[in-house]
């Protein structure tokens, strides 16, 4: 088993970094937060799990063990493959699902593109007690009373600066993708933030 990748990052994508190993570049599928840290030319380095499918291998990468862990834990319960557990931790940090499924919080669990109500309730019957304990105290990074950021907005904001554009070009793109962002939100969906970055990147590069 693979358990991590090292090397110098290649490329960068929305949904993806290249890392060079040993000369043969490595295909990472990641999420926005994580690609966020990156830069080309940098070194870095993914705790990753590899999917085996009749017809691919793919490898899927995190910040951390931890990541990796809830990753493969959420793909426990019946319906969650790769692409939905992913997508749960580009929603929700490992923590923030801990709590949700040790607090019977369906609403949390349905922010995530792909989960509806019911399936939020099969997911906290099955995942009971697999996930673990939260580490602590739930971390807004807000002070109180202030309303926080839409998580999309954080993400893509992180996606952006992490893909090179300055931090003044992720405002004004997250600007122009908002309207969008915010009708999906009315009709009771989870934006993409994989769909809004693809937007957004369109915005600049018109813009350049």
Known sequence: MIAFVSGTVAALAPDAAVVEVGGVGMAVQCTPNTLSAFRIGRQARLAVSLVVREDSLTLYGFADDD???????LQTASGVGPRLAQAMLAV???DAL???????????????PGIGKRGAQRLLLELAGRLGE??????TGHPAGAA???????QLRAALVGLG???HEAE???????PAAEAAAADGAAPRV????????RTLNRAR
């Open 165 to 167: 554009y300055s931090a």
């Open 172 to 178: 004004e793109a997250i600007a122009a993708v908002t």
């Open 148 to 154: 926080a950021p839409a998580p999309w907005s954080e």
């Open 98 to 112: 801990r709590r949700a499924v040790a607090q019977g919080d369906e609403k949390t669990l349905t922010a995530v």
């Open 92 to 94: 929700h940090t490992p």
């Open 194 to 201: 994989s769909q809004l970055l693809r937007a957004a990147l």
């Open 134 to 139: 939260p580490a602590g105290a739930a971390e």
């Open 67 to 73: 990541e990796r862990q809830v990753f493969e834990l």
